[in-house]
């Protein structure tokens, strides 16, 4: 196996993110970190590219610095809500979900599962999310969040996966038996030509 990292450029402009990620994967990926899309551009300009770009969404915008401290004191006032309307929510509904994903994927014939949810985000604690990417794979739609293409090609994504999986699996599932006929065949005519060699 290779010894190759795969290089992954974390874009994010909090320092603190940052240091969770390196924290987190440093000794398993070459992490390269960046602060703002600009400082993405300007390294793609001077010919880098990684494996993979995991990219923030959302960027202070420039002069208006000074209003941050306040948006994120708000933020994680919003957090703290959004927690204990979690708890709220859960004396009615369960992510059975989450439980139908771990039974399916223990099936023999399994087949891919999509969550399909608009609460999961807002609804779910750290070890459900890593359930959900273990049982259910790490793609899901985020129900009334995302217009058709963008389900659709999500979708499509996962069957073409699937569809390959199956294909590798046929393919592995012939070459282990031509292997096996191939070396009875020429253990037979090792034992009959040995005689006449």
């Known amino acids: 196996m290779s010894n190759h990292k795969a290089t992954i450029w974390h874009l994010d402009d909090e320092q603190a993110r940052h240091d969770e990620f390196e924290r987190r994967h440093g000794e398993r990926y070459s992490l390269r970190h960046f602060f703002s ?107 009334g969040h995302e217009d058709i293409e963008a389900e659709r090609l999500k979708i499509d994504a996962v069957l073409l996966g699937a569809s390959w999986r199956r294909r590798y699996l046929r393919l592995k599932g012939t070459l282990g038996v031509a292997i096996i006929a191939a070396a009875v065949v020429g253990w037979f005519l090792g034992m009959v030509l040995a005689p006449v060699m």
Do not use: C, H, M
Request: charged share 30%; aromatic share 10%.
């Open 37 to 143: 899309p600009d400082e993405v551009l300007e390294a793609l300009e001077e010919g880098e590219q990684p494996d993979l770009l995991l990219s923030d969404l959302f960027f202070p915008i420039e002069g208006k610095e000074s209003g941050l401290p306040a948006q994120q004191e708000e933020a994680e006032r919003i957090w703290r809500l959004l927690g204990e309307f979690a708890e709220q929510y859960r004396t009615v509904y369960q992510p059975a979900g989450l439980e139908l994903a771990k039974k399916l994927r223990r099936r023999e014939k399994s087949f891919p599962n999509l969550i399909y949810s608009s609460k999961a985000p807002l609804l779910l604690n750290e070890a459900e999310f890593s359930q959900i990417t273990k049982d259910a794979g790490p793609v899901w739609l985020f129900k």
